[in-house]
C-alpha cells in the first residue's frame, strides 16, 4: 500500500480546513474545551485521533526498545526505554540552558497587542523602495501573503519584494514594516527575550524557591538518568535510551491546527556513542528514521532532508539534520516533522558540571579511559507525525459517497477492518457478531449494524478503514463474506474462516 501511496499528491493548502473539519467530524482531533471556545495551542484526541497517535507512538516504541535495528556490524543495536518525570529539579533547565537560554526574541505589536516570535516573522521589502514592508508569519499560506498585498500594496506581485526575517531586519527599519496583523506601519517593538517554558510551584508557597517548570522537551529525564541506566543495566556504549512523552512550551503563535502547539508529544532517542564514532553513527539514523516514515505511509517523495548550515545550527550542536513534510500549509516548502542533531557531550557536560555527579563513562576494556559518550538524537514530534500522517491519508475522491477517503496503512489505521451485516436481520446480523467476536481478539475492528451499507462503507471510507467484510445471504449458503478494500473499492469473496488469516497478513503489509 505504501508504494501506491506514492502517486497521490500532496494535499493542497486548500485541503487543510477540509482535514480539520473532517477531525472533529470524525472524532480525530478537538480543540481542548471545546464547550468553552477552546484554548489556544490546545488539543484533545478523540476515539480515533488517540488510536493513530498510539499506533503510530507504539511503531516507534517497538523499532527503537523492542526490536531495534540491526547495526552497521551486522549485530542488533542496544535500546533501552524510560518514563522521566515531567517537572525535574529546576537546576536541571539552569543546565541545560533553557533557564537562561530558552529564550526566543520577541516583538510586540503597539497596534494589535499581538506578540509574536521576531525569527517566525518574514519580511517583504520592496525592490524599488517604494511603499511599506509587509510582516507575516512564517507559516502563512501563499493565499494570506497575497491578500495582504492587495490590501497594502495594490496587489503588486511578490515578485516585487524581497524575502528577509525580521530578527535580521535592522531595527532602523521597523518603521516601514507593517505588522502581521496591523493597518500602519510602525507599530512592532524592538525584539526583546521571553522564556518559552511554563511554570508553576511546588508545594503550598508559590515562592521563587518552590518554583517548578513544565519540561520543554522530553531529552532531558534521559540525561538525568544516564548514570542511572548504566549502573542498573547492562548496556555498553555504544546505546540508546529512548523516550516518549508530554513536552510543553508556550509557543507565541500556536498555530497551523497541531502543528505547533503548546503541549505536545515527542519521541526522542539519546544515543550514545565515542566521539569518534560520530559520523558512522550520524548517517546511520538518517537512513534508519528515512526508513520509519516510510514505513508508517509517508513517501520520501514528500519529505525534505534539510541539513543545518553551520551559522543556523543550536549552540550544542555540530551537525543537524531536519525532516520536513510537505504539509498543506507549507506552500511550495516543508516543515519539521524530526530534527536528528548530533549535540556532542554538551548535555552530560553541562549536567555533570551543574549537578557534580560522575558521568563519565568507563571503557570496560581499559578501566583508564574514562569520557563522556557524544550523543546523536532523532528527536520528532509524536503529535507533528499524527498531523503528518492525516495530511497524507487525506485523499478526495469525487467518485466515491463519502468523496473523501484516508490512505492509511493497515498498520497506522484506527480501526484495521469493519464488519457490516447487509441488514439488521438476524440471519446477517448474528454471523457479523460472530466474526467480530472472533476478530476483536486481535485487532481493533468495528460492527456496524445500522443504516444501509453505502452510508456504511462512506463512514468507514472517511476513518481511512482498510477493509470492510459484509455478511449478506450467500454467507448462510456457502459461508464467504464480501471483503471490500478501501482504495480500490474492489469486492472480493473469501472464505468465512480465511478473514483472520486474510487480516493477519494485510497487517504486515
Ligand atoms: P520549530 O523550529 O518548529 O519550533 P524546534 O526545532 O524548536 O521546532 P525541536 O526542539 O527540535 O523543535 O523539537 C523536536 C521536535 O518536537 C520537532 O521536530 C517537532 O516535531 C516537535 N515540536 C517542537 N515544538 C513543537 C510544538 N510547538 N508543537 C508540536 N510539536 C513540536
Redesign the pocket.
Known amino acids: 500500500m505504501a508504494a501506491e501511496k506514492n502517486t497521490h499528491a500532496a494535499p493542497t493548502a486548500k485541503d487543510m480546513k477540509d482535514i480539520v473539519a473532517l477531525c472533529k467530524r470524525r472524532g480525530f482531533i478537538f480543540a481542548a474545551s471545546d464547550i468553552y471556545g477552546g484554548l489556544n495551542?490546545f488539543w484533545d484526541y478523540g476515539p480515533l485521533g488517540v488510536e493513530l497517535k498510539n499506533n503510530l507512538r507504539d511503531r516507534w516504541w517497538r523499532d527503537m526498545v523492542v526490536t531495534p535495528p540491526i547495526g552497521p556490524d551486522g549485530q542488533p543495536i542496544e535500546i533501552v526505554g524510560l518514563d522521566s518525570a515531567i517537572i525535574q529539579n529546576p537546576k536541571c533547565w539552569e543546565a541545560s540552558g533553557h533557564v537562561g537560554g530558552f529564550n526566543d526574541p520577541m516583538v510586540d505589536c503597539k497596534e494589535s497587542k499581538k506578540r509574536y516570535r521576531a525569527d517566525h516573522l518574514i519580511v517583504l521589502s520592496p525592490n524599488d523602495g517604494q511603499g511599506p514592508w509587509l510582516a507575516f508569519d512564517k507559516e502563512a499560506s501563499a493565499d494570506e501573503i497575497a491578500q495582504r498585498l492587495k490590501k497594502h500594496a495594490r496587489g503588486r506581485p511578490e515578485s516585487d519584494y524581497t524575502r528577509g526575517q525580521l530578527d535580521k531586519t535592522p531595527v532602523a527599519d521597523f518603521p516601514k514594516i507593517i505588522g502581521p496583523d496591523a493597518k500602519e506601519p510602525g507599530t512592532l517593538t524592538e525584539p526583546r527575550q521571553f522564556n518559552m517554558m511554563f511554570h508553576s510551584y511546588a508545594g503550598a508557597a508559590a515562592g521563587e524557591e518552590n518554583k517548578v517548570y513544565l519540561r520543554?522537551?522530553t531529552c532531558a529525564g534521559i540525561f538525568l538518568n544516564f548514570k542511572n541506566v548504566l549502573d542498573s543495566s547492562r548496556v555498553r556504549v555504544p546505546f540508546g535510551i529512548a523516550q516518549i512523552g508530554k513536552?510543553f512550551?508556550n509557543?507565541v503563535t500556536?498555530r497551523n491546527f497541531?502543528?505547533?502547539?503548546?503541549e505536545?508529544?515527542?519521541m526522542?532517542l539519546e544515543w550514545f556513542c565515542h566521539q569518534d564514532d560520530v559520523p558512522m553513527w550520524f548517517d546511520f539514523w538518517v537512513e534508519q528514521r528515512k526508513k520509519f516514515w516510510e514505513s508508517v505511509g509517508l513517501p520520501l517523495n514528500h519529505l525534505h532532508f534539510y541539513d543545518t548550515p553551520k551559522a543556523d545550527l543550536a549552540h550544542y550542536s555540530a551537525r543537524t539534520i531536519?525532516?520536513e513534510y510537505q504539509f498543506p500549509f507549507s506552500g511550495d516548502g516543508f516543515?519539521?516533522?524530526?530534527?536528528i542533531?548530533h549535540r556532542g557531550n554538551f548535555d552530560l557536560t553541562q549536567h555533570q558540571e551543574f549537578s557534580k555527579a560522575k558521568l563519565e563513562y568507563m571503557d570496560p576494556t581499559d578501566n583508564t579511559k574514562r569520557y563522556l559518550p557524544h550523543v546523536i538524537e532523532p528527536?520528532?514530534?509524536?503529535?507533528?507525525?499524527v498531523l503528518a500522517l492525516l495530511c497524507e491519508a487525506y485523499t478526495p475522491d469525487p467518485n466515491r459517497p463519502s468523496g473523501v477517503y484516508l490512505n492509511f496503512t493497515p498498520a497506522m489505521a484506527p480501526k484495521k477492518a469493519a464488519i457490516l451485516p447487509l441488514t439488521a436481520k438476524e440471519e446477517h446480523a448474528a454471523p457479523a457478531t460472530n466474526l467480530y467476536l472472533e476478530l476483536r481478539e486481535d485487532f481493533a475492528v468495528d460492527l456496524d449494524i445500522k443504516q444501509n451499507i453505502g452510508k456504511r462503507y462512506a463512514r468507514q471510507d472517511e476513518i481511512g478503514t482498510p477493509f470492510c467484510f459484509t455478511i449478506d445471504d450467500q454467507t448462510n449458503a456457502d459461508q464467504t463474506v464480501t471483503v471490500r478494500e478501501r482504495n480500490t473499492m474492489a469486492q472480493e469473496r473469501i472464505s468465512l474462516d480465511k478473514v483472520h488469516e486474510y487480516l493477519r497478513v494485510k497487517m504486515k503489509a
Open positions: 495551542g520543554p522537551e513536552a512550551r509557543e500556536p497541531i502543528f505547533r502547539s503548546r505536545f508529544e515527542q526522542e531536519d525532516f516543515d519539521e516533522l524530526e530534527g542533531a528527536s520528532a514530534g509524536l503529535s507533528r507525525g
